[in-house]
């Protein structure tokens, strides 16, 4: 069943760059595969939510590759930000013709599925970009993060729009390594620099707001984890350490040590990565207001 829904996608996704998602019709997907159309929706009720299952999968399988090749890269943070912007490259530029057609034929600006989730993606995107620079740079860069997340999404930008609009072939790469070398050169720098995004502060209502937006996420993921009768023991083990996250955010002086230990062990497990970046982020900027 799983290898029927692939062999879909895979098609799906060659005639949508061949020929743009509105021209492409369900009968030339199902022909491509040698199914029924009443096959088609046994897997995906519309060819939208075919669309969005594409996109989730493309980000799915970039943000899991990018971390798992970096992984060996702790003890050097500049390389292990370069070996994920550079797997990053890759992903988009193996996908280049599904993107032109995606911003050729659903622009930010309409309403709808589609557009909605790419605002929505798009923001987890950018947590996962500031959560790899402040790896890569460390807590002195924290009140730049935000403003560094920014440079950089704009040069990849730019980069991957010279790729798409005019097929340049550039290499990945030496390209990611370009990229990140050019933020290090900003962020070493930075004391001759006034951040211009805003820095947060214990005090400060923007950052109550991020902390509170932390433990809704975290109670939300809390209850998913709980939702159902039968859980396997490394189920109730990630429970029982977002139990404890809770009640530590909780406390008047939350101990740091404890709330990172317990963020990294769920960061660890592959189905809550994506889930717990946004979480890593808003810890990393608001981590040490507390005094």
Not at 188 to 208: C, F, H, I, K, W
């Amino acid at each position: 069943m799983a290898r029927r829904q692939d062999d879909l996608l895979d098609a799906a996704a060659r005639l949508f760059q061949r020929h743009g998602f509105h021209t492409t019709s369900i009968e030339d997907i199902t022909s491509f595969c040698g199914i029924s159309k009443g096959a088609f929706y046994k897997h995906f009720d519309s060819k939208e939510t075919m669309i969005l299952e594409l996109l989730q999968r493309y980000y799915d399988d970039m943000f899991t590759e990018a971390d798992r090749y970096a992984e060996g890269l702790s003890h050097q943070p500049l390389l292990k930000l370069k070996k994920k912007i550079t797997i990053e490259l890759e992903k988009s530029m193996e996908y280049r013709s599904f993107f032109h057609a995606l911003v050729t034929e659903f622009p930010p600006h309409e309403k709808g599925r589609i557009p909605e989730f790419i605002k929505r993606i798009h923001y987890e995107h950018q947590e996962w970009h500031t959560y790899a620079i402040l790896e890569a740079f460390g807590p002195d860069a924290k009140q730049f993060a935000k403003d560094l997340t920014i440079i950089m999404e704009g040069i990849l930008h730019s980069y991957l729009m010279t790729v798409i609009w005019r097929g340049a072939d550039l290499p990945a790469e030496r390209l990611g390594n370009f990229v990140v070398d050019c933020i290090h050169v900003i962020a070493s720098n930075r004391e001759q620099l006034s951040p211009v995004l805003p820095v947060y502060t214990g005090a400060d209502s923007q950052s109550m707001a991020m902390m509170n937006d932390m433990e809704h996420a975290l109670h939300e993921l809390h209850m998913e984890l709980n939702h159902g009768t039968e859980k396997s023991a490394a189920e109730k083990k990630d429970a029982e350490a977002l139990e404890l996250l809770l009640e530590e955010l909780h406390e008047d002086k939350p101990r740091e040590f404890l709330i990172d230990a317990l963020l990294h062990q769920l960061y660890r497990r592959p189905h809550l990565k994506n889930r717990l970046t946004k979480i890593l982020t808003a810890w990393e900027i608001w981590k040490g207001d507390w005094t």
